[in-house]
Structure formats: C-alpha cells, structure tokens
C-alpha cells in the first residue's frame, strides 16, 4: 500500500471524499424540505381528509358531517385509519423516491 492512502488512488481520493461531503449536505437539505412537505389522503370517497408532514405526523383531519352516524362510529374510524394510512404511505414513497435521487439510488436507510 502507498504511503500515506490507498494505492492507485492519487486524487481521486480527495475527490471522492469531496462528493460524500456534498451528498450528505444535500442529503440533510432535503430532508429538512420533505420533514415540513404536506401530503393529503382522503377515503370513502373523500369523506374523510387526511393531511400528514414528510415526518409522518398527522396535521390534520377533516371529515364530511354527512358520514357522522352515531350508530356506526366504526365506518368512521375506519375511513380515518384508511385516510391517515393512504396519507403516511404518500409521504413514504415521496420521501424514499426523493432521496434515492440525490443518493444515486444507494439504499441508505430513509
């Protein structure tokens, strides 16, 4: 091995190096940008409206009076379960298709 570093590397080293360092800034800039994205969802035929942050937290949910039966409660939570479900997978899918851009489609993890 070369004194010093890895053999047959000269430059490319510094490079290399050099280019992590930048996808790892892109990286966090990113992930600070998707964190505050809103993503929306809506089931039983937009009944119910859920709204999530790239984080996965629910922002909000908005349900149409109009499916408020207070005989069957169950309808009801299970389009705002289907709803917030739709919502978080959204923002997964963005998140993970958005940072595969910027890391050239290594899997590192989001």
């Known amino acids: ?64 009076p109009a499916c408020i039966d207070p005989d069957d409660a169950e309808m009801l939570e299970d389009l705002i379960v289907s709803a917030v479900n739709a919502a978080v997978a959204q923002a997964t899918e963005t998140v993970e298709k958005e940072m595969s851009r910027v890391t050239g489609g290594m899997n590192i993890g989001f």
């Open 1 to 64: 091995m070369a004194r010093g570093g890895f053999p047959n590397m000269g430059g490319n080293m510094a490079q290399l190096m050099q280019r992590a360092q930048k996808m790892q800034q892109d990286m966090a800039k990113l992930q600070e940008e998707l964190n505050a994205r809103t993503f929306t969802a809506s089931s039983g035929g937009g009944m119910v409206t859920a709204t999530v942050y790239g984080t996965k937290l629910v922002e909000s949910i908005k349900i149409d």
